[in-house]
T-cell receptor, first 114, second 109 residues
Framework: DVKVTQSSRYLVKRTGEKVFLECVQDMDHENMFWYRQDPGLGLRLIYFSYDVKMKEKGDIPEGYSVSREKKERFSLILESASTNQTSMYLC?????????????FGEGSRLTVL | GQNIDQPTEMTATEGAIVQINCTYQTSGFNGLFWYQQHAGEAPTFLSYNVLDGLEEKGRFSSFLSRSKGYSYLLLKELQMKDSASYLCAVIDSNYQLIWGAGTKLIIKP
């Protein structure tokens, strides 16, 4: 059974703190993605990666960075958290670069920044 | 701009049929997805349409009309477990995935 695991389901951080969100997939997928999900809005792509050590900016990369040192792991970093980064963060993976391929999502990390 | 419209919320009765609509205005079209997301859980793939017509998969069917920029997800014989949000997403001409805000479906006994 395929699985995308996000390390933290719920986090509460203070403004200015550095935040790490970890995502691991066990499917040997090449592509990994970080989205944020906010009420009333569609999923918005923050960053994605097509391969180890590769990263590409999505639609809303400001205030975020990512790391992909190993194929199975894709980390999202908030260098200095702000209240407007309070959101649900979803990690996803896909087998290859074919955009028509199915995305497999993690259960999400709900971040609250005070 | 690019836009995907879905109703925010719908209510239906257990055992009935419900149709969830999705209309899109995007720069080009290369396919449309439907995903299901139960509260607090990961979105999961339901269907992918790229050609016009109806595709049936058990109790769920998905329809696409490219000329009208329109799709719907049809759920038959509704069960309580179908209570979830349903997300529509379109692949545009740049092969970017554009997501709708989702439709929350509430099933009542």
């Amino acid at each position: 059974d395929v699985k995308v695991t996000q390390s933290s389901r719920y986090l509460v951080k203070r403004t200015g703190e550095k935040v790490f969100l970890e995502c691991v997939q066990d499917m040997d997928h090449e592509n990994m993605f970080w989205y944020r999900q906010d009420p009333g809005l569609g999923l918005r792509l923050i960053y994605f990666s097509y391969d180890v050590k590769m990263k590409e900016k999505g639609d809303i990369p400001e205030g975020y960075s990512v790391s992909r040192e190993k194929k199975e792991r894709f980390s999202l970093i908030l260098e200095s958290a702000s209240t407007n980064q309070t959101s649900m963060y979803l990690c996803a993976s896909r087998l290859g670069q074919d955009v028509t391929g199915e995305l497999f999502f993690g259960e999400g990390s709900r971040l609250t920044v005070l | 701009g690019q836009n995907i419209d879905q109703p925010t919320e719908m209510t239906a009765t257990e055992g009935a049929i419900v149709q969830i609509n999705c209309t899109y205005q995007t720069s080009g079209f290369n396919g449309l997805f439907w995903y299901q997301q139960h509260a607090g859980e990961a979105p999961t793939f339901l269907s992918y349409n790229v050609l016009d017509g109806l595709e049936e998969k058990g109790r769920f069917s998905s329809f696409l009309s490219r000329s009208k920029g329109y799709s719907y997800l049809l759920l038959k014989e509704l069960q309580m477990k179908d209570s979830a949000s349903y997300l529509c997403a379109v692949i545009d001409s740049n092969y970017q995935l554009i997501w709708g805000a989702g439709t929350k479906l509430i099933i009542k006994p």
